[in-house]
């Protein structure tokens, strides 16, 4: 495979590297704050993690095939767009999705949480390189990834935020049941749901949101990332960390499938029109 | 009941005590790392428990019958091996297991998973005596107990670990639902599952895998857990640690369900006994057929 990858290639929202033999990296840039938009989703993100894991996995059958104990390493790091260091995201994307008349009934069910259970029980450790504003919808992207380094705010504010209780919003149940299966404490889960806090970067460290702060940019934040990957990436080569994931987090993959709505006909037809 | 009672009788693979008025011990002696095999669960331990809650509950009803308001205290002590301090037990019988042809299908349904759920719901407390290396399907067994003490490893090293990821084995439902129930903190549910990490006794006792960790050999381990035992051996004879584990309902008043075995419910920990239910797959025949015979 030859890199990088773009996708989608007409206009391309996201950008795959494979920097060293054991790493690849998502680089999310649908404008400056990289909204997840269906459009991201659907056609950046999901092929770049068919691209990771087609290559990663050739990689891992040629190592066993060649009873080499050693080869089959692998790390995915997800970052925000790498010219700013202002977001990692700001979650999803309200004006497009607001032109979507079928959005209340299709985006979580169709686009978001068959998303949310790809990465969660990816097969290769993953890392959020959270190199700057990280809200709602990005926040749970983050949480899905197995690792969260995040910008130590040094030099511009940085907030990890739900922020759907001031806005009158409520949430699905994939949101919820992943917050109760990866941050620890029910007082932190009040604190990120109910009171929708801004956490700095500090603060999510001690509340156990993310796993280190990182002192620099958004470079310095992806290089934190790779010495977070170097030291997991031989984890997976005896094959379960995936399947080992899908159990781990059963409670988030089932609470994701009771994301679903009354269909209706035109809804039910806007998806299928989005697929063929 | 005339102790130590030995099961199975033909080549014993555990051995029942009850070295005081309210604790026994089960001690787990398949060989000096107590595999946990088909027989070692099957014609050791469940016949043990049966044992065990038999004379706690002959015991406990002959106090209410008499209004002995401190009689029918209890509490159960597992150890491992008793001569030796290396092991607790090295977790499941690969060795065994891979000569049943049917390990995938019936092993966890009929055999582990049943073990679980008899022992997360025991109505007395249970203590886990962690005499040694404690991993995988050990360390499950450990964490079915109420409570863990640990040696300190001061001797010699000791760990506790889940080990699957680095031998490409994945979980049952019932392991995952256990350690989500009684590990705090998701980055510990991390570094135990998919880290695979190996805990010293003072990391275990940090991120709460345990309870106590204990200076010296087995019987030190086995003394410490008696010292546990006794804080808390009385809060069984009210009569609902095993049926609540802690039942809220039961400090709302609802205390006609009491009375009506079928409701009992074990809430505490229903996610991992409705978790343990799940790790059926598709039947085959001979597997199907290779449970009733172990059985009949």
Request: net charge neutral; glycine share 0%.
């Given at each position: 495979m030859s890199y990088p990858l773009r996708f989608p290639t007409e206009k391309p929202l996201v950008t795959l590297t494979?920097?060293?033999?054991s790493i690849w990296i998502i680089e999310l840039h649908n404008g400056p704050d990289s909204r997840l938009s269906t459009a991201l989703i659907n056609d950046g993100l999901q092929p770049a993690l068919d691209a990771v894991e087609r290559d990663w996995r050739n990689g891992w059958r040629a190592a066993r095939a060649a009873k080499n104990k050693t080869g089959g390493k692998g790390a995915l790091i997800i970052v925000g767009n790498r010219g700013q260091d202002k977001f990692f995201s700001n979650g999803l994307d309200f004006d497009s999705l607001s032109k979507d008349p079928h959005y209340s009934l299709n985006f979580f069910p169709h686009v978001y949480n068959p998303l949310m259970r790809r990465l969660i029980t990816f097969p290769i450790p993953t890392i959020a390189a959270i190199n700057g504003h990280c809200f709602a919808g990005a926040m749970m992207l983050s949480l899905c990834c197995d690792y969260r380094v995040i910008t130590d705010g040094g030099k511009r504010n940085v907030w990890m935020c739900m922020n759907e209780i001031h806005l009158g919003a409520g949430f699905p149940q994939s949101f919820t049941s992943l917050i109760r299966a990866k941050i620890p404490d029910a007082r932190t889960h009040r604190k990120v749901i109910l009171e929708g806090h801004r956490f700095s970067p500090s603060e999510a460290l001690e509340a156990g949101l993310v796993d280190h702060t990182v002192n620099g940019d958004t470079e310095a934040v992806i290089a934190k990332a790779q010495q977070v990957a170097d030291t997991v990436s031989s984890l997976c080569i005896p094959g379960s960390w995936g399947i080992s994931k899908r159990e781990l987090y059963r409670d988030v993959i089932e609470a994701s499938t009771k994301d679903t709505v009354i269909a209706n006909v035109p809804a039910d037809d806007a998806v299928a029109k989005a697929k063929l």
């Open positions: 494979h920097p060293t033999a």
